[in-house]
Every structure is written in C-alpha cells, then in structure tokens.
C-alpha cells in the first residue's frame, strides 16, 4: 500500500520559515518524481515543487523560485520543502504527491498525502 506522511506545517509570521517533510512507503520502483502541491481557500490545487529520485532534477513554480528548497533522502524515502521568506499569500494546505506526472502540461499526482496546514499571518 503506497502512503505519503506530511508533516512540519503549522503557524509562522510573515517573513518566517518552515520545513514539511514527507515520507513515502509501498512504492515498488524507484525512477519517479515526488513533490509538493498546495491548495489555498477558493483556489485550485498548484504545483509548487518537485524534485526527482533518481538524478535530484529538481522544478519549482516560477512564483516561488529562490524562497523555496526541495530536497530528498533517499535513504528515508523522505522529502523536504524549505520555506523561506514566507508571505501570507503561501497560506494553504500543502500537499505530497507521487509519482507526478504531466497532462497536458500540467502536473499532477497519483497518489497524496493528506496534507499538512501552513498559515503566514501578516
């Protein structure tokens, strides 16, 4: 059974950091792409960051390019998103997705997480 744990999201101040993790179990091969999506209120789900196992290529959305770090353990089977610099308008549920693929030019998961809450207050 694939499972995908988020956890590290909570409350911060604008300008503030935080870190999600993901942990990811049952996948029965290697070469896939994991990342992050997130979902603010009233607003479609986004791709925010991805980042591959196999060679570390990593994608971001253009928007949240130099605040934001994805990298993976491979070991752990584990993922992380460093933010930085948060704004309130990062303010969503952040979701993991994997493997993540493209339709039509736009990414999406197979399977998710049941995500985590990140709040930037002003």
């Known amino acids: 059974e694939v499972q995908l744990v988020e956890s590290g999201g909570g409350l911060v101040q604008a300008g503030g950091s935080l870190r999600l993790s993901c942990t990811a179990s049952?996948?029965?091969?290697?070469?896939?792409?994991i990342g992050w999506f997130r979902q603010a209120p009233g607003k479609e789900r986004e791709g925010v960051s991805f980042?591959?196992?196999?060679?570390?290529?990593?994608y971001y959305a253009d928007s949240l390019k130099g605040r934001f770090t994805i990298s993976s353990d491979n070991a752990k089977n584990t993922v992380y998103l460093q933010m930085n610099s948060l704004k309130p308008e990062d303010t969503a549920v952040y979701y993991c997705?994997?493997?993540?693929?493209?339709?039509?030019?736009?990414?999406?998961?197979?399977?998710w997480g049941q995500g985590t809450q990140v709040t930037v207050s002003s």
């Open positions: 980042i591959s196992r196999i060679d570390k290529s990593t």
């Open positions: 049952g996948f029965t091969f290697d070469g896939y792409r």
């Open positions: 997705a994997a493997p993540i693929l493209w339709y039509d030019g736009s990414p999406w998961g197979d399977y």
